[in-house]
């Protein structure tokens, strides 16, 4: 017996070492960890559980029957973080790069259906060379068999891909369809077709970094939801994300019990907005004010400033906030900011997080880019997406709500549930000045007229009183009040029950 467990452990230490030393040492050189370091980083201590360590490729041509390397480049299995149950692949680049072949694919596929079966997220940290070339269709086949997972585990369990090496190809689609994506500065990337297809193609000349490195991701595109400097700052930043989150759609996400009374008075945020309406404050300040104790966790950061989305806890519950930022375009809906939202509310609503919604805007960004990039249909996204949203949601109106914009951002309207405005809040179709301008044209050229009939229209409608005559608002209340006012809000919605005409499914605009 002795025997055989020495030759269990042997092959064990065989799976372990991956493509060997020296291709581990050249992981390391790169500021890399591999894919089991990763994984010990990323789980508790002693609680990762490896399944299909054995697992080899079947290819045979291009010699590679003499290449087989057990375990065939991921490291699969689940463990816990903080004592909560996550499914986890690590792609492992020592082993052919890390490319997927078809028993790779599988090895994944596997995971991704114990996890929807067993109600526990997939973590994927992918770093791999693609399709495993000398497989040809039967690596594609595998991806294709990943994608459909992602889609089918969509909406049942959160799905988050850690991108920390190459992630090229059609590869990239796997992550796409994930819920959160974070990637590592300068060691990974994400492209369709890379730099070389792109000179030949379009004659553009760019790095691999420029083309699709997390900054691209997270600035540009959008792609990525935040980024980090090394492997394990990123690791870390995945396993304070994970506690935001339930388990799967059948659950509520973790209670953590605050230190932070709900009673807390913050008197800073009577004076935080200021005087002169055209002056931005920063909405962070709002959130961090708010949340226990000031924990926000803030996603795509670096993209559509202009509106922020992000978790923090309010009396220990988890909390996804979206508020427009009035230090970047004023606070502006445009396209990417519409889109950054739309998919963040959709998330919490997938997974039964309640929306709260901090409202300074001042409408919908005007200009022929915006139109011409299809503004219209991205602007319905929101809409749309907090129009479905069933989940508890409250809104609190800092200060501007002008138009459309204030119909859009989780007005009374379209079923938010509890609706609060600061005395600073102004409802109305647009700005005074606007508004005296397009009704008084013919006096435009006196400009005491225009000052006067503008005053009036501030003195009207500049307040959030006519909407809480309506019962649009069911409150004014007191800045400093905001976070036992919101957080009692919450309180009362915990068993909100709303369903929604009965249909395969919404046909959100696309
Ligand atoms: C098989 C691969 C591989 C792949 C890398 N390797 N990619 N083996 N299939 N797709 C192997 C290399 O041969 C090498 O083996 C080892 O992995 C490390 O690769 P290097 O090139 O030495 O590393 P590096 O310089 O860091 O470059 C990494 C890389 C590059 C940028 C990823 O390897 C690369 O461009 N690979 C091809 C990427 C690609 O075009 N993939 C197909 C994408 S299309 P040795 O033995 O020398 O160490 C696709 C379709 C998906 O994926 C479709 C889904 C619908």
Not at 266 to 288: C, F, G, N, W
Not at 484 to 495: G, Q
Request: charged share 25%; aromatic share 8%.
């Amino acid at each position: 017996m002795q025997n055989i467990i020495e030759a269990l452990e042997r092959r064990r230490e065989q799976a372990r070492l991956g493509g060997g030393q020296v291709r581990i040492d050249a992981q390391h050189k790169k500021g890399k960890l591999t894919a089991r370091e990763r994984l010990e980083v990323l789980l508790d201590p002693g609680s990762f559980e490896e399944y299909d360590m054995f697992v080899t490729h079947r290819a045979v041509d291009f010699g590679m029957d003499k290449t087989v390397i057990p375990g065939d480049g991921v490291v699969t299995g689940w463990g816990t973080i903080n004592g909560r149950m996550t499914y986890v692949f690590s792609q492992d680049f020592t082993v052919f790069g890390g490319s997927l072949s078809e028993t790779h694919a599988k090895k994944i596929c596997k995971i991704m259906e114990l996890a929807v079966q067993n109600g526990a997220p997939i973590i994927g940290l992918n770093d791999s060379g693609g399709a495993r070339i000398q497989e040809g269709v039967a690596a594609l086949g595998g991806y294709a068999d990943v994608f459909l997972r992602n889609v089918l585990a969509s909406g049942a369990v959160p799905q988050i891909s850690v991108i920390m090496g190459p992630t090229a190809g059609g590869a990239v689609y796997s992550p796409a369809m994930t819920d959160f994506i974070y990637m590592v500065k300068d060691t990974s990337f994400m492209y369709v077709t890379g730099p070389d297809v792109v000179k030949t193609v379009t004659s553009e000349i760019v790095t691999h970094e420029e083309l699709g490195g997390a900054s691209t991701h997270t600035k540009i595109s959008g792609v990525a939801d935040a980024s980090f400097d090394n492997d394990i700052d990123t690791l870390l930043e995945v396993r304070r994300l994970f506690d935001f989150l339930p388990l799967s759609a059948q659950v509520k996400p973790p209670h953590v019990q605050p230190y932070d009374s709900i009673e807390r008075q913050d008197i800073a945020l009577d004076t935080l907005i200021p005087d002169s309406a055209q002056k931005p404050y920063d909405m962070r300040e709002v959130i961090i004010r708010l949340a226990d104790e000031g924990d926000f966790l803030e996603l795509q950061k670096d993209h559509a400033g202009n509106i922020l989305t992000g978790f923090v806890r309010l009396d220990g519950d988890t909390v996804g906030v979206v508020a427009n930022q009035p230090l970047v375009l004023a606070g502006c809906l445009d396209i990417n900011s519409s889109k950054k939202a739309a998919r963040f509310i959709r998330f919490c609503d997938c997974f039964g997080i309640p929306i709260l919604t901090l409202v300074d805007v001042p409408g919908f960004l005007p200009g022929v880019a915006q139109e011409y990039g299809g503004i219209i249909k991205h602007g319905a996204k929101l809409l749309f997406a907090y129009a479905e949203a069933t989940v508890p949601k409250v809104t609190v109106i800092t200060r501007k709500a002008y138009g459309g914009a204030y119909d859009v951002m989780a007005s009374k309207h379209i079923r938010a549930d509890v609706n609060y405005a600061w005395p600073s809040a102004e409802i109305a179709v647009m700005g005074a000045k606007g508004a005296t301008e397009i009704l008084y044209r013919a006096e435009l050229k006196d400009k005491d007229k225009i000052a006067k009939r503008t005053a009036d229209y501030e003195a009207r409608f500049a307040n959030p009183f006519v909407a809480a005559e309506r019962g649009f608002i069911d409150d004014v209340i007191l800045p400093h009040t905001t976070r036992r006012r919101v957080a009692r809000a919450f309180a009362t919605l915990k068993n909100k029950q709303q369903s929604m005409p009965a249909k395969k499914h919404d046909n959100i605009p696309l």
